[in-house]
């Protein structure tokens, strides 16, 4: 069975300081994507970036931008120039080709302090 | 525009009551899921569909049951809400099975 860990319940960093959140994966399949969503405070969750196993090169959406590690099962989220607006749960995900459903991580809390 | 709608975004009810949390898209979606969070804590995927008239039931027990009859619909039944109950109801529809998009929920609180 797939899963996906996060191992860093909460983390908190002052405005425009770079942030980089962990994200492991553990499958036995070589077609895949995964996935960070962010979750604001009592708002509805989006999705922030996507990356297919496929593709070598990192995906990078702005001011978001991922390191896959494809060999060592990592996919951790870099945010430059952080924003108060950052504040969020963030939320990593994995699915296979052809698969329905997604699995989640158990998320990260980031703060952004003024 | 395209977009994905809950129904009631609060709710406070006594325990016994019935209950029914709306879910609705416009995007087109064959594919829906119902979501349990409490908050500030990981989802727990209840129920799915992957078109009209099918259901299952998600990687977590739930009381709760839904329905599909239009593609656009998905609603979720508790027959007697109880505290236990307590917590946020996440929808989200997907097209590929892939990327999701998510409602704004529903935060259910029993008493």
């Known amino acids: 069975a797939q899963t996906v860990t996060q191992s860093q319940p909460e983390m908190s960093v002052q405005e425009a300081e770079t942030v980089t959140l962990s994200c492991t994966y553990d499958?036995?399949?070589?077609?895949?994507?995964l996935f960070w969503y962010k979750q604001p405070p009592s708002r509805q969750m989006i999705l922030v970036i996507r990356q297919e196993a496929y593709k070598q090169q990192n995906a990078t959406e702005n001011r978001f931008s991922v390191n896959f590690q494809k060999a060592a099962k990592s996919f951790s989220l870099k945010i430059s120039d952080s924003q108060l607006g950052d504040t969020a749960m963030y939320f990593c995900?994995?699915?296979?080709?052809?698969?329905?459903?997604?699995?989640f991580g158990q998320g990260t809390r980031l703060t952004i302090n003024p | 525009e395209a977009d994905i709608y809950q129904t009631p975004r609060y709710l406070v009810i006594g325990t016994g009551k019935k209950i029914t949390l709306e879910c609705s898209q416009t995007?087109?979606?064959?594919?829906m899921y119902w979501y349990q969070q409490d908050p500030g804590m990981e989802l727990h995927l209840i129920h799915y569909s992957y078109g009209v008239n099918s259901t299952e039931k998600g990687d977590l027990s739930s009381e709760s049951t839904v329905s599909r009859i239009r593609t656009e619909h998905f609603p979720l039944t508790l027959e007697s809400a109880r505290p236990s109950h307590t917590s946020q109801y996440l929808c989200?529809?997907?097209?590929?099975?892939?990327?999701?998009?998510f409602g704004p929920g529903t935060r259910l609180t029993v008493l």
């Open positions: 995900a994995f699915t296979h080709k052809g698969a329905q459903k997604l699995v």
């Open positions: 499958t036995s399949e070589s077609n895949y994507y």
């Open positions: 989200a529809s997907s097209e590929s099975g892939q990327r999701q998009f």
């Open positions: 995007m087109g979606h064959d594919k």
